[in-house]
C-alpha cells in the first residue's frame, strides 16, 4: 500500500515512494511515436465533429504517459506553425496556401474599404458648384451680340467702350420703343447722319462714309445690293491701303476693318449676307502667305473679291433663274411681295428667254411701298401685272397658281427670314393650298436658329408710318404722348412648314435641307 503525504507537510513538494510493482512500464521511442500519431488522429476527428475553431491549437510534443495534460491560456500560446511571423491561430484543417489566401482577400476588402471612404470624405470636401438661376445667364453663352441689347445697361457699356477703342461715336436711339422690341436699336433718318455723330475722317476712309449715309438713309436697300456695295468699297479701301512699318499686313488689315465695320454698324444693322462676306474675306485675309509682296497681297485680295461677288451673286442668280423655269408654265398667275432683285430677274428671264406667257400680282405694303419698283421693272419687260395691297390677298390667292418670294436670310433650323409681311402671305397661301417657293442664294444662309421675329430684327424710322392726308399728319406728335408708341419692323420669320420648296444654286432643296448645306459649307471652307 502507497502511502499518503501528511497534510500540514510538503506534500506539494514530495510525494511519497511508489512501489515498484505499481510503476509502469517505461515505452519504447516507436511506441511513443505511435501513441502521439494515434493522439493527432483522435484529435483531428474531434476538429471536424466540432468547427474549426473549436479546439485550442497543438503543441509542439506530447506529454508522457500517465502524466497529466496542461492547456495552455490562448494568450499564452505560441506561435502557429505555419508562419513563423503570424499571431493568428490556424485555421483547422487548411493549409497554409489556403490561410494566405484568406488573410490577402481580408487585407484587399479592407483596403478597398478604406479607399472608399476616402473618395466618399474627398467629395464631401469639395466644394459643389453654384446653380445658376434663371435671372443669370452663364457668360460663356453669347445670345445676340452687343448691338442688339440696348436694354441691358452693362451690353450698352461695353458697346460704347469697344468703340471708344476704334474711335467710332455711338449713335444715339431715337424715339420711344414698344416693350417687346427695346432691345433693339431704332434711328431716325429724318437729321442725316452727319448731324447725329461725329465722324473722324483719319480713321474712317471716304468711301467707307459715303456708304455708311447711303445705307442710313435708305438709298441702297436689299441684301445682294448691300453686300455688293459692301466688298466694291472694301476693295477700294485695299486699294488705298498701305503696310505700316513692322507690321504685318495679314494682321494690321483686319485691325483697320474693324472700325469701318463698326461705324457702318452704327449706320445702319448688317445684315445676314454682309456678315458673312465680311467673315469670308477675314478668313482670306488671315491666309496670306508671308512671303507674298504687299502689291501681290492686295492684288490677290482683290481678285479674290470679284470671284466671290461673281460666284455667290452673279453665277448663284442665273442658276436659281435655270431652276425656275421648270416651276413656271404658261398661263400661270405667279404672286409676288416687295421687291427682291433676285424674283425680279427670275421672272425677266422666264418670259425673255423661255417666251413663257404667266401673269404676275404684285403685293404691296407701307411703309416702303417697294412693289412699286417691281411694278416698274416687269412692266418695262412687257409682262402682264396686277397691284395690290397686302390687304387684299384673301381676294386674289383664289386666282393665283403659285407664290414666289425672295429672302432675307434662311436660318439653321430652315426658317425663313424676309420683309416683313411675307410670313402672313405664307400663311394664307397655305390656307388655299398654293404652293410657296423661296428663292435664296446659299450664301444667305446663316447658323443662327430663331422661331420668332422678337429676338433679333431691325427697327427702321418710326416717323415713316405718319401718313400725310390734305397736309395733315393724324399720327403728328406722337413721341410727345407718353403712351403711344410706334413699331416699325423691318423683318419677319416664316416657319419651315409654311415654305413647300426652296430654290437655291444648288439646287431645289426643302427648308429641312439647310443645316445640311451649311455643314458642307463649312467643310469646304477649311
Known amino acids: 500500500m502507497a502511502e499518503r503525504a501528511a ?12 512501489p515498484a510493482a505499481a510503476q509502469v512500464p517505461e515505452l519504447s521511442r516507436e511506441e511513443k511515436l505511435q501513441l502521439r500519431k494515434e493522439k493527432k488522429q483522435q484529435k483531428k476527428k474531434k476538429r471536424s465533429e466540432k468547427g474549426p475553431a473549436a479546439e485550442p ?3 509542439g510534443a506530447a506529454p508522457e504517459p500517465g502524466q497529466p495534460r496542461v492547456t495552455p491560456h490562448p494568450s499564452s500560446s505560441p506561435t502557429l506553425a505555419d508562419g513563423p511571423n ?51 445667364p452663364p457668360t460663356v453663352v453669347k445670345r445676340l451680340p452687343e448691338h442688339m441689347q440696348v436694354d441691358d445697361p452693362a451690353a450698352l457699356r461695353k458697346l460704347a467702350k469697344k468703340l471708344e477703342r476704334q474711335q467710332v461715336p455711338l449713335r444715339q436711339d431715337y424715339g420711344t420703343k414698344v416693350n417687346l422690341f427695346s432691345h433693339l436699336h431704332q434711328y431716325s433718318r429724318k437729321k442725316p447722319l452727319t448731324q447725329q455723330m461725329s465722324i473722324p475722317s483719319t480713321v474712317i476712309h471716304p468711301a467707307v462714309v459715303r456708304l455708311g449715309l447711303q445705307y442710313s438713309q435708305g438709298i441702297i436697300n436689299g441684301s445682294n445690293a448691300r453686300c455688293i456695295a459692301l466688298l466694291e468699297v ?23 476693318l474693324k472700325p469701318h465695320i463698326s461705324f457702318l454698324n452704327q449706320c445702319r444693322p448688317l445684315s445676314v449676307s454682309m456678315g458673312n462676306a465680311i467673315k469670308f474675306l477675314k478668313k482670306e485675309i488671315s491666309c496670306l502667305s508671308d512671303t507674298l509682296r504687299e502689291e501681290e497681297a492686295k492684288e490677290k485680295l482683290q481678285s479674290t473679291i470679284d470671284n ?23 398661263h400661270d398667275v405667279i404672286l409676288v411681295y416687295g421687291c427682291s432683285s433676285l424674283v425680279n430677274r427670275t421672272l425677266c428671264d422666264a418670259h425673255m428667254q423661255k417666251g413663257r406667257a404667266f401673269r404676275v400680282i404684285v403685293v404691296d405694303s407701307r411703309p416702303r411701298l417697294e412693289g412699286r419698283e417691281t411694278l416698274r421693272r416687269l412692266v418695262r419687260k412687257g409682262i402682264h401685272c396686277t397691284y395690290v395691297m397686302i390687304n387684299a390677298i384673301s381676294y386674289v390667292l383664289p386666282e393665283v397658281s403659285k407664290v414666289l418670294l425672295g429672302a432675307h436670310a434662311l436660318l439653321a433650323n ?9 410670313s402672313q402671305i405664307a400663311l394664307v397661301s397655305k390656307a388655299y ?42 399720327l403728328g406728335g406722337w413721341s410727345e404722348n407718353k403712351s403711344l408708341r410706334l413699331l416699325n419692323l423691318v423683318y419677319d420669320v416664316t416657319p419651315p412648314d409654311l415654305v413647300d420648296l426652296v430654290i437655291t444654286d444648288l439646287g431645289m432643296i426643302p427648308c429641312t435641307s439647310v443645316p445640311v ?8 471652307q477649311q
Open 7 to 18: 497534510p500540514g507537510g510538503a506534500g506539494s513538494e514530495a510525494a511519497a515512494p511508489v
Open 433 to 474: 393650298n398654293v404652293p410657296v417657293l423661296v428663292c435664296c442664294e446659299t450664301y444667305k444662309f446663316c447658323e443662327r436658329v430663331q422661331t420668332d421675329s422678337f429676338v433679333s430684327n431691325e427697327l427702321d424710322d418710326p416717323d415713316d408710318l405718319i401718313v400725310l392726308r390734305k397736309g395733315q399728319a393724324q
Open 86 to 136: 503570424d499571431g493568428e491561430k490556424p485555421t483547422g484543417g487548411k493549409s497554409k496556401a489556403e490561410l494566405r489566401a484568406e488573410r490577402r482577400a481580408k487585407q484587399e476588402a479592407e483596403r478597398a474599404q478604406k479607399q472608399a471612404k476616402k473618395a466618399e470624405l474627398g467629395q464631401a470636401a469639395t466644394p459643389a458648384k453654384p446653380r445658376l438661376t434663371p435671372t443669370e
Open 234 to 256: 472694301f476693295k477700294q479701301l485695299i486699294r488705298d491701303y498701305s503696310t505700316p512699318p513692322n507690321e504685318e499686313l495679314s494682321r494690321d488689315l483686319v485691325a483697320k
Open 414 to 422: 430652315g426658317s425663313v427670314m424676309s420683309r416683313v409681311g411675307t
Open 517 to 524: 448645306v451649311l455643314r458642307v459649307k463649312n467643310v469646304d
Open 57 to 59: 491549437p497543438e503543441q
Open 308 to 330: 466671290y461677288l461673281r460666284e455667290k451673286i452673279v453665277l448663284a442668280a442665273e442658276a436659281i433663274s435655270k431652276s425656275a423655269f421648270e416651276k413656271i408654265n404658261d
